[in-house]
């Protein structure tokens, strides 16, 4: 429930900056803002994706399906079929909040700088990244031990050279043609994907990184930190609007300031709650 309410005014936060509910516009106006909201409010972004590793059940939050502790329930007494939903449904969920994360934090569908003509550079750099995976894929195709795998790799490598070319397409189309206008779509697709997959990947970093929590630990980070943090995130997020659009302050000011503010009352939380440690062990070691 914690993580939930520290999610959910994550969200608020991202949506007071876009003024709207609408998906479309949320991405727009980070276009307008002509940077991510993850750079106007890195704090929001930092408690929502704490939150959504913790919702989802995912290490090091997955106390309720710690895999290489449990002995009973779906997780070992499902197999086949049923297991293999149970296990789809998850990773659906972790799809469904790096989307989630990608349209209110990461610019949607917007490459890096979409604002700026000085960075058009960037529209190549998708066929740019498909060439260079298929390149790969040639390069270690005849190092399988198997002649399938050979086979299989150098069939992946040909078709990101497809790929490659489906993208590279629209940017040497003659400009107002039927294929030029397809960039948007085709472009936009591929910078979607392409967030939401590091998202996950970040996913499996951190699980591959860090210990799990203790039951304790986990409530203590949610209720004496992420909420109170979220709360102090919003107010923040609210100054920094009053500042840009009330008081005609740059944005570039106006949020900086306030994420300062906003940093240091994370630390004065995560001070007192590493006092309050120090109090209970002092005590524990006295008993």
Known sequence: ???????????????????????????EAQEDYRVWFVFAA????????????????????????????LVAGYMTE????????????????????ASIATTLFLGGWLRPFAGSRAFDFLDYLPSVLMLGVA???????????????????????????LVAGILAAP?????GSMLASAKPGLHGA??????????????????FTFP???????????????????????????????LHRQLGWSHWTAFPLTTILTLAVAGML???GAKKDKEHAIVGEEA
């Open 171 to 175: 940017l040497l189309a003659p400009a």
């Open 270 to 272: 995560g001070s007192a």
């Open 135 to 161: 390149g790969y894929c040639f390069y270690r195709a005849p190092k399988q031990p198997v002649k399938i795998q050979q086979m299989v790799l150098a069939a992946v490598g040909a078709s990101f050279i």
């Open 78 to 97: 499902y197999s086949g079929f049923r297991w293999a939903l149970y296990f789809l449904a998850e990773y659906t969920n972790m799809v469904v909040v």
């Open 190 to 207: 591929f910078w979607f994907l392409l967030k939401v997959v590091l998202y996950l990947y970040l996913f499996m970093w951190l699980r």
């Open 212 to 242: 799990r929590y203790r039951f304790d630990q986990l409530m203590r980070l949610g209720w004496q930190f992420l909420i109170p943090l979220s709360i102090v995130n919003v107010m923040g997020i609210a100054l920094a609007l009053v």
């Open 1 to 27: 429930m914690s993580y939930e309410t520290a999610a959910g005014m994550a969200i608020v936060g991202a949506l007071l900056l876009a003024g709207t509910l609408s998906i479309r516009e949320i991405i």
């Open 42 to 69: 890195p704090v929001g972004f930092f408690i929502y994706v704490v939150a959504s590793i913790a919702e989802t059940n995912r290490a090091p939050f997955d106390l309720p399906e710690a895999e290489s502790e």
